[in-house]
């Protein structure tokens, strides 16, 4: 199975984030680590290759320092990456990201197309199903198991509440991968080493440019979100917050 | 003519999810704002659910129908959905940001060269101007965002973004018109299958009056026993966001947000959990939040009713202590 991973380097969970002075994005300076559904999409690939030999490639766009998931990826197993390198791409909504991989990859055949189901910095949850219809193949989101069948995969959606259903799809596919479908690995020290060596490709904006249109969508304005409740703080040394705690539970809250 | 909203009201297995209404909610406050007519379309189901949505304050409902959306597909939803707004020409599109969805709509919006505006809880509409208000970085910050292509322009807003309770009903019932749509044999690539429950869940969290809920800032599995004490001793049940539930310290079925359960107790009392949206979805209806995180900043404070800020590994223990002087002395 020949499979591809899109990865995407987010701010890392608990950096501190500002704004720039335009108020339209926050500003570069700030620590990044990989998208955590997107590792849980590498990891599937990974172990799908285990079961049936192929190859993994892993793909990301964004400045210089978005290599270091790439770099990661390889450390963990995975065969070559493409880094569609500029910092234009951070600006790109999901609509161009999307016809950008298309265009980068047009010239592979993948059996597979991972992306995580959703990113922590957008959130749009729609890079990966835009890229399936972009390459007029079928897609299945929120996966939480794959398995290889004589036509093609069957898959297990999560759907809400609980509940769940396996879907069969010929591939070509591109599936979103739900967190937590597996067990993350660590990279290895000789992994690490080994990765050095394995070929990361960069793509220009200018290769990919005529793929690329106009944003259709604008953010007018990032900000702090306006708080829509009243908060008490309680502060003070640990015992002294127990006991205000209590008495708030025991008498406004009546729930001892 | 004036301009249309078109609310798509999502129908599973034959029946309105409730979300819809709050998606009705939103179109209304929209259609009064811009002076745009408001619409509602169903996708497949039974002609029953076009009927009941006939009864809010739309001004027409259309039933779209063919043999081909029926089980769901992201293939069938979005070739139907594409031949029918191709056709309307809507202004702005609303859908409640499910999973269903989620499936489909970035699809559907592609074909049509289009784009969708997702996970909104907003909207703005300052002279002249629309803009969508959604969570950016989990919550941590939030943007309006703005159309800059041509309609139709979609959107889909999260679950309790707008009160399905406000939808206003209408005098007279809507007009209900069928649209059948073509779906070529071969476009619906994907086969699925019977949709079920993994072996019956064990915990119904949604019957709890309390509960102490565990995130990332529990750090490690042995940690979840203390928070365990703390649930043991207020009589409530424990729960956890969904990384501690994917790490397997705690089983699936306690798992609180969007993928677990959605829950409204007397008490949430929330240990080193950060707020990331698909959390607070689960649990934003508790009639009294307390959360206790070390970062000031965590957008669990947003919504909180009690912030502690500090470490919850010296303010638990403690807490313990005294929720069990307090139950003995009562």
Not at chain 1, 87 to 98: M, P, S
Not at chain 2, 84 to 101: E, I, R, S
Not at chain 2, 214 to 240: C, P, S, T
Not at chain 2, 274 to 292: C, E, L, N, T
Request: hydrophobic share 45%; with cysteine; glycine share 8%.
């Amino acid at each position: 199975m020949k499979i591809l991973v899109c990865l995407k380097q987010v701010p890392q969970k608990d950096a501190p984030l500002k704004l720039n002075d335009a108020g339209t994005w926050i500003r570069e300076d700030t620590s990044y680590e990989v998208n955590e559904p997107d590792a849980y999409a590498l990891e599937e690939a990974l172990r799908q290759r285990e079961k049936h030999k192929g190859e993994v490639v892993v793909i990301t766009s964004g400045p210089a320092r978005a290599q270091q998931v790439l770099r990661e990826a390889l450390a963990k197993g995975a065969d070559r990456a493409l880094h569609l390198e500029d910092d234009k791409f951070v600006g790109l909504d999901a609509f161009n990201t999307a016809k950008a991989f298309a265009a980068a990859i047009k010239d592979e055949k993948f059996d597979l197309i991972l992306t995580g189901l959703q990113s922590d910095d957008y959130g749009y949850a729609q890079t990966g199903v835009i890229l399936a219809e972009l390459m007029g193949l079928p897609h299945a989101t929120i996966i939480m198991q794959i398995e290889k069948t004589d036509s093609g995969i069957r898959v297990k959606r999560e759907l809400e509440a609980g509940f769940f259903q396996f879907v069969d799809i010929p591939t070509p596919a591109v599936l979103t991968i739900q967190s937590g479908i597996n067990k993350l690995r660590y990279a290895t020290l000789i992994g690490i080493k080994q990765a050095k060596n394995k070929p990361l490709k960069k793509v220009t904006l200018a290769e990919i440019q005529s793929a690329v249109g106009d944003n259709l969508q604008k953010i007018e304005r990032l900000y702090v979100p306006q708080k829509t409740k009243k908060t008490e703080v309680i502060e003070g040394p640990a015992a002294e917050v127990a006991k205000k705690l209590v008495d708030k539970l025991r008498n406004e809250l009546r729930v001892l | 003519m004036p301009d249309t909203i078109l609310v798509i009201v999502e129908q599973r297995e034959g029946k309105l999810n409730r979300v819809s209404w709050e998606t009705i909610t939103a179109g209304q406050a929209i259609a009064a704002a811009t002076g745009w007519t408001l619409e509602a379309a169903v996708v497949g189901g039974p002609a029953s659910i076009a009927a009941e949505v006939a009864g809010k304050k739309v001004a027409k409902v259309y039933a779209i129908e063919s043999p081909k959306l029926e089980p769901y597909t992201p293939d069938a939803f979005a070739a139907g959905l594409k031949q029918f707004l191709a056709a309307k020409q809507p202004k702005l599109v609303l859908m409640p940001h499910t999973y269903q969805v989620r499936d489909f709509i970035p699809k559907l919006a592609t074909a049509m060269g289009r784009t969708v505006i997702s996970d909104c809880i907003g909207f703005k509409h300052e002279s002249g101007k629309l803009a969508f208000t959604r969570q950016m970085f989990q919550g941590k910050l939030a943007a309006d965002v703005s159309f800059t292509g041509d309609a139709p322009w979609f959107a889909t807003f999260q679950n309790g973004a707008f009160r399905g309770d406000k939808a206003e009903d209408s005098a007279a019932a809507a007009p209900v018109e069928t649209v059948n749509v073509e779906i070529a044999d071969g476009v619906v690539r994907n086969k699925p299958q019977e949709v079920f429950k993994e072996a019956k869940q064990a915990v119904d969290l949604t019957q709890a009056e309390i509960i102490v809920s565990v995130g990332r800032g529990i750090k490690e599995q042995k940690n979840i026993d203390m928070a365990k004490q703390l649930a043991d001793a207020l009589g409530g049940e424990l729960a956890a966001s969904r990384p501690i539930c994917d790490s397997g310290w705690l089983p699936m079925d306690r798992q609180v947000g969007s993928s677990g359960q959605t829950v409204a107790p007397k008490l949430y009392l929330a240990l080193g959990i950060s707020g990331a949206i698909q959390h607070i979805v689960g649990m934003k209806g508790s009639k009294a939040i307390i959360a206790v995180n070390k970062d000031s900043e965590a957008p669990i404070f947003e919504i909180a009713d009690v912030a502690v800020v500090g470490n919850l590994f010296d303010i638990v223990p403690p807490l313990i202590e005294e929720v069990k002087k307090a139950k003995a002395a009562s």
